[in-house]
């Protein structure tokens, strides 16, 4: 598992920075073309406005000399002498007809309007009346005309009597020439860009949807000192524009503006195809680079993989597990000092152990021989006084009994010593309550005449039966009681003896009101030979019934200790132990 938590943390960091990586070069890419993209419109929509100004001088120049030819033709002059309104009115429609303008406007000498023709029927002479004083005090002849929502350039050409240097003026001739959609598309086509007349607050002609020019009325454009405005990108409904405004030059008044406009979604839609094409290249990249990654993560993980497995089976026990070294790298030079080092430890392991087992059978043949050359001794010395002839019988009785004793002695040290090498399979467990074996073991050790006068009291609670070897039970559980009993005082010693169950387990205490385990003694009190403050202790009660408790799958620990008293605790299944239970538990005793 640590080699594929690092593989996988190598992986997701190589994954992490190429991701990084495309996603930035991708945001760069867009940004820089974005930018490309914004400085190519604005080039655009100054060459747009550039044409549009050599489109318009050069009409304007034509539609002023187209003006001046008209009203220098002698047929137009003649209508003029006439003053007649209705005979100048008749005539100018043909005059109209051959000027080819959409508006045509003549005025005598005073300023009076005399003729009026247009396309528009709306547009009357009263409103050419009101129109025409207010250019013809003026020495430009090109002007604007914004009248019942159209939109005309009009020229202004005075008409001679005579020659035109002794500047005898018979009347006036306009010609007025209407923005109209013909006009707009055809500006729109030259200049590749959307396009809107704007005079005042109306939208006179444009190119743009109706939704479009609401939009845009709303719209403030910024001028520069030149009159064209700076490029502004603005949004009209769903479509975003960079657009820029011109000024259209007018005498005496506000001339309308002329908006000419670039799509900015079209001009960047490639992008979004572009932005999807990069987004692919990048993915298959990163899959693929992810995949490299992986292969590659493998050739170096995959020997930490099986060094991480070669040090947990060592932890569990395994010397024999394979170690692969290969190549020379670092990696392999570690394995293969772990593997000399797993060798070396192994064989030290077995030192130690030989020289445990030398230790624990000198401590044992040392142990023993000393209980047994203490009870022969005892068992000698009575044989011998039995030998004497004037002996009362009462006094052979009392040898009988010290010989009995010493004897007894032997047969618990052999007995222990038996029970502790043998293995889980002498169980014989059966079904029965476990406080008859506590009962059994209570009345055995009352059976001392030294511990008649010590109180000992048991108590259980809810169901004890379960699956036990009664027999071996009862000796664990002597063996307690028998320690407990030579802890406590003689006279005023208490001993609780409690069962109670636990889920599936039997637990049982066993206090007294003793001293307490000694310091020297606590925390090796379940090795063999270990006895403190016993004059014939034999050190292995403990160690029997840690034996028999794991043998029943259970453990056996010292709850609590002090100067009041000790507990010790006992917890067993009620069921048959697994098999593998007592294995292991004879493995850690061993």
């Known amino acids: 598992m640590n080699g594929i938590r690092l593989r996988t943390k190598f992986l997701l960091s190589m994954v992490a920075v190429s991701a990084t990586l495309t996603f930035a070069t991708l945001w760069v890419v867009q940004h820089t073309v974005q930018q490309q993209v914004r400085v190519g419109i604005e080039r655009d929509l100054e060459n747009s406005v550039s044409a549009f100004h050599n489109f318009q001088r050069q009409r304007e120049e034509m539609l002023e000399r187209s003006a001046a030819l008209l009203a220098d033709l002698p047929n137009v002059r003649a209508m003029m002498t006439t003053r007649d309104a209705a005979t100048i009115q008749d005539a100018s429609r043909d005059l109209w007809h051959l000027a080819g303008s959409d508006l045509l406007l003549l005025a005598d000498g005073s300023g009076r309007v005399m003729a009026l023709q247009a396309a528009s029927p709306e547009i009357s002479a009263r409103e050419g009346q009101e129109f025409f004083p207010s250019v ?8 604007w005309w914004y009248v019942e929502g159209h939109l005309f350039e009009v ?3 005075d008409i001679y009597f005579g020659p035109k240097s002794e500047h005898k003026v018979l009347g006036y001739l306009v010609l007025g020439y209407e923005i109209d959609d013909r006009f707009a598309r055809e ?17 006179v002609r444009s190119t743009l949807k109706p939704a479009q020019e609401a939009e845009l009325l709303k719209t403030t454009p ?38 000419v406009l670039k799509s900015l979604d079209q001009a960047t839609a490639f992008l979004r195809n572009l932005n999807e094409l990069l987004l692919a290249l990048g993915l298959t990249a990163l899959g693929a680079g992810s995949l490299l990654v992986f292969v590659i993560s493998l050739t ?29 790298d670092e990696v392999a030079e570690v394995t293969g000092a772990f593997d000399r080092m797993r060798t070396n430890l192994q064989k030290t392991q077995r030192e130690l152990l030989d020289a445990e087992r030398l230790a624990t059978i000198g401590r044992m043949a040392s ?13 000698v010395a009575n044989a011998e006084f039995l030998c004497e002839s004037g002996l009362t019988p009462a006094q052979r009785e009392d040898l009988y009994a010290e010989i009995r004793i010493a004897v007894n002695q032997m047969t618990d040290l052999i007995e222990s010593l038996l029970e502790f090498s043998r293995t889980r399979e002498s169980l014989r467990p059966s079904y029965g309550d476990a406080r008859s074996a506590v009962e059994r073991a209570v009345q055995s050790v009352k059976a001392h005449p030294e511990f008649q006068r010590i109180g000992i009291r048991v108590t259980s609670e809810g169901l004890t039966e379960g699956w036990f070897d009664f027999k071996k039970l009862e000796r664990a559980l002597q063996n307690l009681v028998l320690n407990a009993c030579e802890a406590v005082p003689a006279d005023s010693g208490r001993i609780e003896v409690g069962l109670r169950r636990v889920g599936e387990k039997l637990e049982v205490r066993i206090e007294d009101n003793g001293p307490g385990i000694a ?39 010292v709850e609590q200790t002090s100067a009041t008293g000790t507990t010790f605790r006992i917890r067993m299944p009620l069921s048959p132990a697994p098999v593998d239970a007592p294995a292991r538990h004879e493995r850690q005793a061993t």
């Open 222 to 259: 910024r001028s520069d000192a030149g009159g064209m405005r700076e490029p502004d990108e603005i949004r009209l409904g769903e479509e975003r524009f960079l657009a820029t405004s011109v000024g259209l030059p007018a005498s005496g008044g506000t001339g309308p503006n002329l908006w």
């Open 367 to 379: 142990s023993i021989s000393h209980d047994l050359r203490h009870s022969l001794a005892a068992v």
């Open 187 to 203: 500006l729109s086509r030259i200049s590749a860009s959307e396009v809107a007349f704007q005079y005042g607050g109306a939208i």
């Open 155 to 157: 020229f202004l050409q």
């Open 136 to 143: 013809v005090t003026q020495e430009e002849t090109r002007h």
């Open 300 to 328: 170096f993980t995959r020997p930490l993989e099986n060094l991480v497995a070669g040090v947990r089976a060592l932890e569990q026990g395994d010397y024999s597990y394979p170690l692969e070294a290969r190549g020379g």
């Open 519 to 557: 310091d020297a003694v606590r925390e090796k009190l379940f090795d063999p030979f270990v006895s403190h403050g016993k004059e014939n202790g034999t050190g292995m009660g403990l160690t029997v019934v840690q034996k028999i408790v794991q043998d029943h799958g259970g453990d056996v620990a």
